[in-house]
């Protein structure tokens, strides 16, 4: 990431750090979110953590681990992409992440 840019990321974190106190668990930094809304499931694998007590990178790890325990699949084409969350599914299944 471009210097002036980490400054300002810097800067923005520390603002909602004083603003949000301990009431802050955490904040990612995720793509263009004009273009492509985040899914949970796509900050598993593109995302920067900016601030943590622990919440976000726990709650993140404990997802990959479901995913992987799946067999999930992100699968990209062109500049967009899908998840493929159980390969094996069968028809009526219940898929708990």
């Keep these: 990431m471009h210097d002036v840019a980490m400054a ?4 923005y974190v520390a603002l909602l750090k004083e603003h949000f106190g301990d009431q802050l668990l955490g904040i ?13 499931l796509d900050l598993t694998t593109d995302a920067i953590i900016l601030y943590d007590t622990g919440v976000v990178s726990r709650e993140l790890e404990r997802l990959k681990k479901r995913l992987e325990e799946l067999g999930a699949k992100k699968i990209r084409t062109g ?12 028809l009526g299944e219940v898929v708990e992440l």
């Design 8 to 11: 300002l990321v810097h800067r």
């Design 28 to 40: 990612a930094l995720f793509g263009s979110l004009a273009r492509h809304p985040p899914l949970l």
């Design 79 to 90: 500049c967009t992409w899908f998840w493929i969350l159980k390969p094996d599914l069968k």
